[in-house]
């Protein structure tokens, strides 16, 4: 996908080399993602060159909040509640195909932004991988920011299908490969991300779970998360990998950044650091339409919640029958 470097007019500032990255001791070089700053902004240069074909970019200082850190965000949401999930420290350590959990499918449990914070300041939130992942804003102090609230704009991205979501925790926190199936935005707001990203094409070199364990765990394990470890790569189970990382993008995201996700695009998030680490992102309705549908993972995706939907229904009435019925309703529907 180096069309993503040779579009870029002269006056604007890109990045066109390639660099290189060392992994389980060999070199493989990994390729930048195009980058902007406000003053060079061009809202129709990003529809054209960005939107229609889908691919990313990042807008460097985009964005100008305050530090989101963890007296920030405890003096506006310290007595909102969250769920924050709970990964443990032994899940990075496993063969991926040993997982029967995944993102939303992890166990949670509901905290004050401020129960979570002592989590973080204690270091129990990165001893025991404990992340604060997708929780909506729209109810919070923090959904008004203007900035945020203009990001849209700027984007041309009209249609929000999400709120924004806040995902905060200690450094050492990765979200596995996975894609989604809307555009999205990723905000950095404290410390330090790094994003890894494969292109859509890459859909059968990255090894996704199949597409029927969705019958047996329902949304708990999805089918558009990859098996591999791209910092860690089995090359003898997953041999199309090699191909993938011919494709392999890498950027660093700094307070202030934000990222244009296109559907479909791969992406492993990893918080960097000893410190806290936050984002937040945005899920927006796919433009043009045609580049939703024109790709197999959006239809894979469809097709793994049609077959997921036995489980799910099982999970709900059994939900209903719960003396806690409240929090076990919640805890399917936040599956979805
Ligand atoms: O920031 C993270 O940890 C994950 C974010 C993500 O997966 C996304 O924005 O789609």
């Known amino acids: 996908m180096t069309q993503a470097n040779s579009k870029s007019s002269p006056d604007l500032t890109t990045h066109s080399a390639s660099t290189s990255g060392d992994i389980n001791g060999s070199k493989f070089p990994f390729l930048p993602i195009q980058e902007r700053y406000p003053e060079t902004w061009s809202t129709e240069e990003f529809i054209e060159q960005h939107q229609i074909p889908g691919i990313p970019i990042v807008l460097r200082q985009g964005v100008s909040e305050p530090e989101w850190n963890l007296d920030y965000l405890e003096s506006k949401i ?15 350590t496993l063969d991926k195909r040993q997982w029967t959990t995944i993102g939303s499918g992890i166990t949670a449990k509901s905290l004050s932004f401020s129960e979570y914070a002592d989590l973080v300041r204690s270091g129990q939130a990165h001893e025991e991988d404990i992340y604060l992942a997708k929780c909506p804003l729209a109810e919070t102090a923090l959904a008004a920011s203007p900035s945020l609230q203009n990001l849209g704009q700027q984007f041309h991205l009209l249609k929000g299908m999400t709120d924004f979501n806040l995902w905060a925790g200690a450094g050492g926190h990765t979200e596995s490969l996975h894609y989604d199936t809307f555009d999205g935005t990723l905000i950095q707001l404290a410390g330090q991300k790094r994003v890894v990203l494969f292109p859509p094409s890459q859909l059968s070199n990255l090894y996704p779970f199949p597409l029927i364990g969705h019958l047996h765990h329902g949304l708990k394990l999805r089918s558009w998360f990859s098996q591999v470890y791209p910092d860690n790569p089995d090359f003898e189970a997953f041999p199309g990998l090699k191909d993938a990382f011919k494709h392999r993008y890498e ?28 984002s937040a992102n945005r899920f927006w309705a796919v433009t043009p339409r045609r580049r939703l549908f024109s790709k197999w993972s959006s239809w894979r995706t469809y097709f793994a919640f049609l077959l997921s939907m036995p489980f799910m229904s099982l999970k709900f009435v059994q939900a209903l029958f719960k003396s806690n019925r409240k929090e076990e309703l919640e805890k399917v529907l936040r599956m979805f």
Not at 78 to 92: A, I, N, T
């Open 251 to 278: 950027v660093i995201l700094n307070p202030g950044d934000v990222l244009y996700l296109p559907v479909g695009w791969w992406h492993e998030v990893s918080a960097l650091g000893e410190g806290f680490v936050c």
């Open 78 to 92: 310290g007595e909102q509640k969250f769920l924050c999930r709970f990964y443990g420290s032994e899940r990075k």
